[in-house]
């Protein structure tokens, strides 16, 4: 009966998804009477293309992987995720459509079959890097979807990290040089990010937003995140600004950019130095 719902699928979309909702409720009887044919079927039910995937949702700005594929496409239970973990995979996954079969879905599905069907599986950290990666590809401001992806990449991650040191291994070394922390709505990488800054530098430098910092702080910690800012750091500014600047003369906007990592970030920093202790190891530090 599953593998007639491909046949169906050709000529009409919404009657194969009311079998395919159909199979499902007969699955679900069948293993609630622990049907003793249940695990012979089981690859079957779990490779065949029998189920439907959910389409962009309306005011979706970023890549949906669904967009894709056919509206009346349907997808083996092996290659769908569910909608518990829409945002940490759709725009690599297609994600599977539980709605009723008017709205071109399956209907909702039992535990007990999603379960069976290996529809409760979670996304593999790699996978989760890779979604983050690529919405940090998107910067045309800010949307809700944006952060919710963004917020759920983290959390999922932040968790990862914690319970497996092979994991945090891993993805460290994937996210300690790539620019995925979401702050002014754009993408920036660990080195450009302190959890405390007292001042404003951007585009050079940025802190870490609050709700990132209390919530996901194992995470940032982990790929390099400072708690505040070096000496260093802030010379490298007043470098960068000099090499875009090319000997011209530099704007106001920097120049008092400059004002600022001098006074409020260097300063800060040495303030309690000897004159010789600083004429030896910062006489070199450029200034404006």
């Not at 979706?60 to 349907?74: I, N, P, T, V, Y």
């Not at 790699?126 to 979807?145: C, M």
């Not at 130095?273 to 070199?284: L, P, R």
Request: charged share 25%; glycine share 4%; hydrophobic share 40%.
């Amino acid at each position: 009966r599953i593998e007639s719902i491909a046949e169906i699928n050709k000529s009409d979309h919404v009657a194969a998804c009311l079998r395919s909702n159909i199979i499902l409720s007969l699955i679900d009887e069948k293993l609630k009477f622990r049907d003793p044919k249940a695990k012979e079927f089981c690859k079957t039910c779990q490779t065949t293309q029998f189920l439907p995937f959910l389409t962009k949702p309306a005011g979706f700005s970023l890549r949906w992987k669904g967009s894709e594929f056919k509206a009346e496409e349907m997808f083996a239970a092996s290659d769908l995720y569910t909608t518990e973990h829409q945002d940490i995979v759709c725009l690599l996954k297609p994600i599977l459509n539980e709605n009723s079969s008017s709205f071109k879905g399956c209907g909702p599905i039992s535990l007990a079959v999603k379960e069976y069907l290996g529809l409760l599986k979670k996304p593999l950290p790699e996978l989760v890097i890779d979604q983050l990666k690529e919405v940090a590809k998107h910067s045309d401001g800010n949307t809700l979807y944006q952060d919710n992806i963004t917020n759920a990449c983290y959390k999922f991650l932040n968790e990862a990290i914690l319970l497996n040191e092979t994991t945090k291994t891993m993805v460290v070394t994937e996210l300690k040089s790539t620019p995925f922390i979401f702050v002014d709505s754009i993408y920036v990488d660990a080195e450009k990010v302190a959890f405390q800054l007292n001042f404003e530098a951007v585009p050079y430098l940025y802190q870490m937003p609050t709700k990132y910092k209390n919530n996901f702080r194992e995470l940032f910690e982990s790929v390099g995140v400072k708690q505040i800012f070096t000496v260093e750091d802030f010379a490298s500014v007043l470098e960068a600004i000099k090499n875009a600047n090319n000997c011209r003369k530099i704007s106001e906007n920097d120049f008092q950019l400059c004002r600022r990592i001098i006074s409020e970030g260097i300063w800060g920093l040495i303030r309690e130095k000897s004159q010789d202790f600083c004429e030896k190891n910062y006489g070199q530090i450029l200034l404006p």
